[in-house]
């Protein structure tokens, strides 16, 4: 038995978050803060990051009844200097940056062939730039301590296409693939740095982003999913504590999807 193993000696120590430092981006709400919530309850200290720090530090105030130690920021991802900030914050007050979910995301819903270019360049903006200049610069701290985990939030929407009376959004399926396909090539870059790079590729979960589209929608989506219902509040949970663990430590750029069945249909 190697060193490393003896260390793992339960699956308790496996999944123990605690002394562990997080950030979520888009964690005040939907499917992030849902991520925070159990990154917190794993143990870490939670630093939350996204343009609406009202909602930002409504989920640390949640997080901070629960004992977790917990921090927000206004940051706008797309913004290279913000992100900078927000990383060079987390460092000083914690000393380490252990994880980083890049769940910050947009979307716009319309006809291909309507679609205006700056609404196209908006998501391709927020979902892929985005991602990357946080990975990039959370990496650096990585890189520099040997450790850490990445989650990347893709979608099913991300693994081909969708018929338009389900979800006409070209922009932000394009948007999720490209994220698919760099989270396998930042997996392969950093793997060497014992830094771990997944993905979670959620199905239909009624946040924001989805809840208008999916009451819009004449297409039976519940009937085209084996589960027959939508993810819901604790479906995510166990999948980012996993991903964020030492449970995970052979996993590199794995998208894990969390999406009912639907992607196993034939």
């Avoid at 605690?18 to 979520?24: L, Q, S, Y």
């Avoid at 979960?205 to 819901?232: C, H, Q, V």
Wanted: with cysteine.
């Amino acid at each position: 038995m190697t060193e490393r193993a003896e260390k793992l000696t339960t699956l308790s120590d496996m999944f123990n978050l605690t002394n562990k430092t997080a950030i979520v981006t888009g964690g005040g709400r939907g499917l992030g803060k849902q991520i925070a919530m159990a990154l917190g309850e794993a143990g870490a200290n939670v630093v939350i990051a996204s343009r609406n720090l009202a909602a930002c530090k409504e989920a640390c105030e949640e997080l901070k009844a629960l004992g977790v130690q917990a921090k927000a920021f206004e940051c706008d991802i797309t913004n290279e200097s913000e992100v900078d900030l927000v990383v060079q914050e987390t460092v000083a007050q914690f000393g380490t940056i252990d994880i980083l979910v890049n769940n910050s995301g947009t979307s716009w819903s319309g006809p291909l062939l309507d679609l205006p270019k700056e609404k196209w360049e908006k998501v391709l903006n927020v979902n892929v730039t985005g991602t990357f200049l946080f990975s990039q610069a959370v990496a650096r701290i990585m890189v520099q301590q040997n450790s850490g985990k990445i989650i990347n939030i893709a979608s099913v929407s991300g693994l081909g296409g969708t018929f338009p009376e389900l979800l006409d959004t070209i922009a932000y399926n394009t948007s999720k693939g490209a994220v698919i396909t760099m989270t396998k090539d930042l997996g392969v870059k950093l793997a060497r740095h014992n830094i771990q790079v997944n993905a979670i590729a959620p199905g239909f979960f009624p946040t924001k982003i989805t809840k208008k589209i999916l009451e819009k929608s004449d297409y039976d989506i519940l009937g085209k999913t084996p589960a027959r219902r939508f993810g819901n509040e604790a479906d995510l949970m166990g999948a980012a504590v996993f991903l964020a663990s030492q449970a995970s430590d052979y996993m590199v750029g794995h998208v894990l999807i969390i999406d009912g069945g639907i992607s196993a249909l034939v």
